[in-house]
Each structure stands twice: as C-alpha cells, then as structure tokens.
Antibody, heavy 121, light 108 residues
Framework: QVQLQESGPGLVKPSETLSLTCAVS?????????WGWIRQPPGKGLEWIAT???????YYNPSLKSRGTISIDTSKNQFSLKLSSVTAADTAIYYC??????????????WGQGTLVTVSS | EIVLTQSPGTLSLSAGERVTLSCRAS???????LAWYQQKPGQAPRLLIY???NRATGIPDRFSGSGSGTDFTLSISRLEPEDFAVYYC?????????FGGGTKAEIK
C-alpha cells in the first residue's frame, strides 16, 4: 500500500518561507502518477495547493499568487513544497497526496497523515 | 473556479438511518469528475467515491454516489457508528480542483 509522510517545521515566522517534504513509500514516484499538496486551516475546509509530475511539470493554485514552489527528488522518492512570504492565513494542516488514475487534476487516493504548520512570531 | 456547495452543513442522525448528502456545483462538472471523502477528527480525508459513482478500494457498498452536471449526492444506506464524520465533495473536471465546505454527520 502506498504510504506518504509529511515532515517539516511546525512553526514558521511571518514573511518567512514554509518548507515541507513528503516521503513516499511502497511506490516509485517516477511512475505514472501525479503528486500534490492540499491544506486545511484548523476547523475549516480543504484547499488544493499544487501538483507535480516526476518529469518536473508543475501546476499551482492561482490563489497562492506565485508564492508556491513544488519540486521532486526521485533519488529520495520524495517531493517538496515551499511557500514564501507566509502570513497567519497560511496556518493549516498540510497534506501530501497521490492523484488517482494518472490524471493531472484528479481525486486524491492516498494521503499522508498531515502536518500542522503555524505561522506566528 | 467552480464553487461547490454542500448541504446541509450538519446532520443529526441515528445509527441505522439512511442518509443523503448533497453537493451542488456553480457550473457543470465535466465528465462527472467528482469525488467524495470522509474525514474523522485528527485524521486525513479518506477517498470514498470518484467519478461521481465509483467506490474506492475497500469502501463498503453501503456508500454510493450519483449525479451529473451540477448536482451530486452521496448516500449511506445504513449508518454505522464509524460513519459519523465530516464528508467533503471535490470536483476535478475544471482547474483549479476545488472542495465543498463539508457536511458533518453527527450522532443525534
């Protein structure tokens, strides 16, 4: 079964850059699936952040206003998210996930457990 | 972007009841690219339904999805105690993919 695990700092200061990594187990991220990040502010709904493919092709939610960068490291079987110029509005649980059926934009069939990132000084 | 509206916001139910949750899109969802997820406190969402009506691997057949265009439903034929959770719909037929605000199924 595909497993994903997020890691990164739980606290980031305003205006700094949030950096998270998603390690994938039991499946090679170089295979024919897309991978993505989703976030959920505490007590609120879900928001898609970004998607990438092992070739390096990337897709971003326009709501990020170009603050996001998603990248892949096939040698470590992991992918990463950087979000710059963070504010309190970026406080959320961040999930990494696999996108099903090989679609660029699809349903998310495997999820990490999520990691809470708080933006505060 | 497509806005998904889920109703009702909260449902108070008893185990054994049949329940229908609604997800309405602000514009037509192409190819019925709509999914449903279940989320319990402190857990990641779990995929239940994709393509509007296809059950994900390991999902019990008491869960079923239907609909097309702008109106979709998730039905649970007979609520089990473990089904009390928040349910989200997601469309992926149009960029960016978006989620509904969720419906909470709580114990009456």
């Amino acid at each position: 079964q595909v497993q994903l695990q997020e890691s990164g700092p739980g606290l980031v200061k305003p205006s700094e850059t949030l950096s998270l990594t998603c390690a994938v187990s039991n499946y090679s991220i170089s295979n024919a699936y897309y991978w993505g990040w989703i976030r959920q502010p505490p007590g609120k709904g879900l928001e898609w952040i970004a998607t990438l493919y092992h070739t390096g092709r990337t897709y971003y939610n326009p709501s990020l206003k170009s603050r996001g960068t998603i990248s892949i490291d096939t040698s470590k079987n992991q992918f990463s998210l950087k979000l710059s110029s963070v504010t309190a509005a970026d406080t959320a649980i961040y999930y990494c996930a696999r996108i099903g059926q090989g679609l660029v934009e699809g349903h998310f069939d495997y999820w990490g457990q999520g990691t809470l990132v708080t933006v505060s000084s | 972007e497509i806005v998904l509206t889920q109703s009702p916001g909260t449902l108070s139910l008893s185990a054994g009841e049949r329940v229908t949750l609604s997800c309405r899109a602000s514009q037509s969802v192409s190819s019925s690219y709509l999914a449903w997820y279940q989320q319990k406190p402190g857990q990641a969402p779990r995929l239940l339904i994709y393509g509007a009506s296809n059950r994900a691997t390991g999902i019990p057949d008491r869960f079923s999805g239907s609909g097309s265009g702008t109106d979709f439903t998730l039905s649970i034929s007979r609520l089990e105690p473990e089904d009390f959770a928040v349910y989200y719909c997601q469309q992926y037929g149009s960029s960016p993919p978006t989620f509904g605000g969720g419906t909470k199924a709580e114990i009456k």
